[in-house]
């Protein structure tokens, strides 16, 4: 079964959405919001348009459209009008041991057949050396930047 959310916007909210729209610098995910509440309002301060004229004009999918109107339900319209924080948390796998291997390695003479080290050949070594169970060659190129170490040079 599918849950229709109806919209009702008070007179100070469809205010509020009207600034937005209308007046100072806004991320593009607020005006979005803000033009979908507004199209989707059954109050009596404003028409409603249907969903699928609300897609084709603002150019967003339905599901879009029913994610704002739930979030702005269940949450309240502050919570639409706001990117959330993100919660993913990142492991940090390069540590300062790991970037001291990872340099000295670095400034070591390369495997034979290679004039000089390569992302990949350093994030290979690491690994063969058992200085880490895996790393990539973005990690590795992000240590080398973050400590100046250029391969180039």
Known sequence: MVIRYTVKLTKSEVEELQVIINKGSHTSQTFRAAYI?????EGKYSDKVTNEQI??????????????????????????????PTTRVYE??????????LVTLCCSEPPKGYSKWSLRLLAD???????????????VRSVLKKTNLSLGR
């Open 125 to 139: 070594k690491m690994v063969e050396l058992k200085y880490v169970e895996s790393i990539s060659h973005v990690t």
């Open 55 to 84: 897609s084709k004009v603002l150019k967003v999918g339905m599901r879009t459209i029913d994610r704002v109107k739930k979030q702005f339900m269940e949450e309240g319209m502050e919570s639409v009008l706001e990117r959330r």
């Open 92 to 101: 940090i796998k390069a540590d300062g041991d790991l970037e001291a291997k």
């Open 37 to 41: 509440l507004l199209n989707c309002d």
